[in-house]
C-alpha cells in the first residue's frame, strides 16, 4: 500500500488522554494540599495570611472533587449488569443515603411489590443514586422530603427508544424545583446554577443508565420540587412472582 500506514497519534483515545491529564492534574493537587496544610500549623502566621491559606485549602479540595467526578465521567468504567433486586439494592444503600442527609430532611423508600429484578450495575446505579440524593438535598436548604420510588412503568414518549415496560426508579424532592430553562439545561455537561457546583452529577448519572440501556427522565416544578426518574432494563423472563410476565399478554 502506497499510503503506508496512518500515524500512531491519530489513533489516541481523547477520552483517555483527557483522563490522564486529570489524573496528573488531581495527583500535582496532593503536595499542593500538603504545603497549604504544613503553612497553616506555623506559629508566625497573621491572621489574614492565615485567611489566605484557608481559602486555598478550600480551592485545593473543590479542584480535587472536580479532578474526581471528571476521571468518573471521561472515563466510566464499562457497565457489568446483573439481575438484581431493588428490595435488596435501596435496603444497603439506605444507611448510605441517609448518613449525608441533615435530620431535617425525611427519607422515605417506596418499593412496589413484586418487582423482576432489574438488570444493572448495583455499584453504577448506588452511584447515581448518591448524586441524585445530593442535588435533591442543596435543594431543600431548609428540610423537606425525600422519595425513593421503584415500581414498573412506561418509559415516556420522549424516550422512544426504551422498552415498553421498564423499572422505574425514581427520586422526588418537594425543594426549590427548576424554572424551565434550568430545567432545559439541567444534565449539560458543566451546567450548574451552584456556586459550588461542577455540573457533572446528572450528566454522569445520565451516562451511567444508558450505559444500561435505560434512560433518564425530570419533571420539575419551580418552588415545588423535582423527580427524576431513571429508566432500567427488567429481567422479564427469570420474574418467578409473575409481574414481568404480565408483558407478554399485555
Ligand atoms: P451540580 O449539582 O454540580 O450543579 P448537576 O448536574 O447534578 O450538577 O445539576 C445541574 C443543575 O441542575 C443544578 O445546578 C441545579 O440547578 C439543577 N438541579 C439538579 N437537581 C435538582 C433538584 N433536585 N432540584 C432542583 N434543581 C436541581
Known sequence: DSRGSEAPYMQIDPRLLLSSIIHDFNNLLTPI???????????????????????????AFRAKILARQLIDFANPRPAMPEP??????????????????????????EIADRLPPAIIDQQLVERALLNLVLNARDAMPAGGDLIIAA???????????????????????????MDDWTLKMAGQPNFSTKTNGTGLGLATVRQIVESLGGGLSMTSKHRHGTTIDLWLPATWASSSKGAGNRREGE
Open 33 to 59: 494540599v500538603n504545603i497549604l496544610e504544613e503553612l497553616q500549623l506555623r506559629r508566625d502566621s497573621t491572621r489574614r495570611e492565615l485567611g489566605k491559606i484557608d481559602a486555598a485549602i478550600y480551592c
Open 151 to 177: 415500581d414498573l412503568a412506561f418509559p415516556p414518549s420522549s424516550q422512544k427508544t426504551l422498552p415498553k415496560r421498564m423499572i422505574r426508579l425514581s427520586v422526588s424532592d418537594n425543594g426549590v424545583g
Open 84 to 109: 438484581t433486586d431493588m428490595h435488596q439494592l435501596l435496603a444497603d444503600l439506605e444507611l448510605v443515603l441517609a448518613s449525608v442527609l441533615l435530620p431535617n430532611i425525611r427519607l422515605t423508600l
